[in-house]
């Protein structure tokens, strides 16, 4: 498949061929249909994040299609139409079971702690966790606009600012969180 990868830390990004990548068990291969690109990316490849090793493909907000399943997949199967969190939770720790998956005590990331979606191809863990199916009406540029900066800045708002109906709120930012529309 063709990919964007980085062989050091900062060094220019590349695109060239590397193997397709093959399911886990409990994981899915996707197709990758649309892909974000979010400061985060950019902190990987600068090294920042001790996760990413190299040489490393990086990206965390996408949508696409399924291609491939592993073993234990129950509810998913080649031709869904899907997306992901940035965090992929494993489903079976204590924070994933009180239903806290986006401080899953061992999260995956595509884009950081394997490869991600600046390729044709992305793999998502536990994947009957993980992937989000997307209705047939959504296009995936926008359903990999909801990923990371979505879920963050509504997670902000709802959560920890806890704004009830009726309430104001000011953003000010850069980037797909501070930026959207």
Not at 17 to 28: E, L, R
Request: overall charge negative; some cysteine.
């Amino acid at each position: 498949m063709r990919a964007v990868i980085f062989d050091e830390f900062g060094a220019p990004p590349q695109v060239r061929d590397v193997p397709d990548p093959t399911p886990p068990a409990g994981g899915a291969v996707v197709r990758v249909e649309a892909t974000g690109l979010c400061r985060s990316d950019w902190h990987g490849w600068q090294g920042h994040d001790s996760d990413v090793v190299v040489p490393h493909v990086p990206g965390h907000e996408f949508a696409g299609v399924v291609t491939a399943v592993g073993d234990g997949v129950r509810g998913w199967r080649p031709g869904d139409r899907v997306t992901a969190p940035f965090v992929c939770a494993c489903g079976r720790c204590p924070s994933c079971q009180a239903g806290d998956q986006q401080v899953c005590e061992r999260q995956s990331q595509p884009g950081f702690t394997h490869w991600g979606s600046f390729a044709e191809y992305v793999t998502v863990r536990d994947a009957d966790v993980n992937l989000v199916r997307l209705p047939d009406e959504l296009d995936f540029p926008a359903a990999a606009a909801l990923g990371c900066r979505f879920a963050t800045a509504f997670r902000a708002v709802a959560a920890q600012g806890r704004v009830a109906a009726g309430e104001w709120v000011a953003v000010h930012g850069c980037g797909g969180v501070g930026c959207r529309r």
